[in-house]
């Protein structure tokens, strides 16, 4: 399996970005992708997640209202969209695959493979 994601880079607060996550490979058997961050000095944390299933849908406190995930399945792709850019969401954005449910998609440890990330700048 890999995950390739792209669309980073910088914006001003206020503005948005729509990032992509392409994954490949042995995927059939996943039932969710997620989205994480890290900022410098931090550690990485929950964004958004979608499941399979039945497109259901999780977000962070943080950027409900502001952020969408979606899955387009003819690309095998999820996308993230994110409006309101602020200054705090400034980080590296990594997209996750599960492989199988463990209990919850907030946390890392439910996720069996990591795409690369992609930085994304707010800048004020």
């Known amino acids: 399996v890999q995950l390739q994601a792209s669309g980073g880079g910088l914006v001003q607060a206020g503005g948005s970005l729509k990032l992509s996550c392409a994954a490949s490979?042995?995927?059939?058997?996943?039932?969710?992708m997620g989205w994480f961050r890290q900022a410098p000095g931090r550690e990485r944390e929950f964004v958004a997640a979608?499941?399979?299933?039945?497109?259901?849908?999780y977000y962070a406190d943080s950027v409900r209202g502001r952020f969408t995930i979606s899955r387009e399945n003819a690309k095998n792709t999820v996308y993230l969209q994110m409006n309101s850019l602020k200054p705090e969401d400034t980080a590296v954005y990594y997209c996750?695959?599960?492989?199988?449910?463990?209990?919850?998609?907030?946390?890392?440890?439910?996720?069996?493979?990591w795409g690369q990330g992609t930085l994304v700048t707010v800048s004020s």
């Open positions: 996750a695959l599960d492989l199988y449910y463990r209990g919850t998609y907030y946390s890392i440890d439910e996720y069996d493979y």
């Open positions: 490979g042995r995927t059939f058997s996943s039932t969710a």
């Open positions: 979608i499941r399979w299933s039945d497109r259901t849908t």
